[in-house]
């Protein structure tokens, strides 16, 4: 199993960019969650989807930021216009909701560099 | 909104101490998770608490689960420099709802 896949793992860009961030689920797993981390915030959850719909976006902070999941094995997190104040790790995690046990198993993570 | 505490923010330890951190809720949880998050590195789940009162253990790690639902614990006993990470509590409402990360514990640990 290669696990939860992100890209890129390091991105570099100027005030005013549009940053696309990629995700890959574990085959199998019906949601997926987007969490940013900051030394300041913590771990925050911006969006989740479950079966491909979005379930929760209360967590996004403005209309910058858009997350889309065309379908069951890929989803993207989008910040146009991005800022400063957007770098931060951003993370993206999948389970299999209605189990037992409902762990997160998180990707490798993003880190976003706004300069 | 709900929210999950956790105290401290960080803990500096000699090798071989032990080391706790809490996590606190605002509300009654269905579940409280721990993961370990290794420098540089992403969260990892490492176990589920679901009954009042329920206590798990894994080797040197002992994890809590209070009486109300409302409280855990983690206790490392005789740390070593492995343990090196931030753990973080994460709670969930009720099942189908968000789950929601404490700020985490860094723990660092001096050979």
């Known amino acids: 199993d290669a696990g939860v896949i992100q890209s890129p793992r390091h991105e570099v860009t100027e005030m005013g960019q549009e940053v696309t961030l990629r995700c890959k689920p574990i085959?199998?797993?019906?949601?997926l969650f987007w969490y940013r981390q900051t030394m300041m915030r913590g771990l925050e959850l911006l969006i989740y989807?479950?079966?491909?719909?979005?379930?929760?976006d209360s967590g996004m902070p403005e209309d910058r930021f858009s997350a889309k999941m065309p379908n069951a094995s890929f989803s993207t997190l989008k910040i146009q216009p991005s800022e400063p104040r957007d770098s931060a790790v951003y993370f993206c995690?999948?389970?299999?909701?209605?189990?037992?046990?409902?762990?997160?198993?998180f990707g490798s993570g993003t880190q976003l560099s706004v300069l | 909104g709900q929210q999950v505490m956790q105290i401290p923010q960080y803990q500096h330890v000699q090798e071989g101490e032990d080391f706790t951190t809490y996590c606190n809720s605002s509300t009654t949880l269905s579940n409280i998770q721990w993961y370990k998050q290794r420098p540089g590195g992403h969260p990892v789940f490492l176990i589920q608490l679901v009954k009042s009162g329920e206590v798990k253990k894994q080797k040197r790690l002992t994890f809590q689960f209070g009486e109300a639902k409302k409280n855990s614990s983690l206790h490392i006993t005789a740390t070593q420099t492995t343990d090196v990470g931030t753990y973080f509590c994460?709670?969930?409402?009720?099942?189908?709802?968000?789950?929601?990360f404490g700020q985490g514990t860094e723990l660092s640990v001096k050979p």
């Open positions: 994460a709670g969930l409402r009720n099942q189908g709802g968000k789950l929601i």
């Open positions: 995690a999948s389970n299999l909701r209605g189990g037992m046990s409902e762990k997160l198993f």
């Open positions: 989807f479950n079966n491909n719909v979005p379930i929760d």
């Open positions: 085959s199998g797993h019906n949601s």
